[in-house]
């Protein structure tokens, strides 16, 4: 636990809570945008007016919807950092099992299972591709050759302190 990329916990629900509301809320104004332009009635004005009436009616809906399933996933999130005492990527894949299951428990068991199945091999996937992602960025990085300066001073005169570099700096210091 020494390394943290994010917000240490207490703060990371907020900001997780609040990052999927905002991504809800874009996500789905753009989706119902195109759908309300697309089922509104013929001409220009009335599917521009379709299309804002969609936004809406149905962004915030859905960008709440995005804001419970954060909350639920940085809250399991953050007890499992508590209890296991390590942050790594098993974490996110069991904490996305247990989301799924949480917002699912309404509609029975059959539907909780089905939804923590899907919620673990998504987030095994995103952690997964995360991983690769990093070790083939590291991998570039590991072949190259460190690359050698050239002297800085080359080809652009003498820089010392009492010239600053500028041409006839030093004939000014010098004469005064």
């Not at 009635?41 to 915030?60: C, D, E, F, H, M």
């Not at 990085?141 to 460190?146: D, G, I, L």
């Amino acid at each position: 636990m020494e390394e943290y990329s994010r917000e240490p916990c207490p703060h990371r629900i907020v900001d997780d809570c609040g990052g999927a509301f905002i991504m809800g809320c874009v996500g789905g104004g753009l989706f119902q945008g195109l759908k309300g332009f697309r089922n509104a009635p013929q001409g220009l004005g009335r599917r521009v007016a379709g299309s804002v009436a969609a936004i809406k009616t149905k962004s915030p809906v859905i960008g709440g919807s995005f804001a419970a399933w954060g909350a639920v996933f940085s809250i399991v999130d953050c007890s499992l950092v508590h209890f296991r005492q390590k942050e790594d990527p098993w974490n996110s894949i069991v904490s996305g099992a247990v989301t799924g299951g949480i917002l699912a428990s309404r509609n029975g068991a059959a539907a909780m299972a089905g939804s923590a199945i899907i919620g673990g091999v998504l987030l095994s996937m995103i952690e997964g591709l995360g991983i690769f992602f990093t070790r083939f960025a590291a991998e570039q990085f590991r072949n190259r050759e460190p690359h050698i300066m050239p002297d800085a001073n080359e080809g652009y005169g003498d820089f010392n302190s009492s010239g600053f570099g500028f041409p006839g700096a030093q004939q000014a210091t010098a004469t005064s």
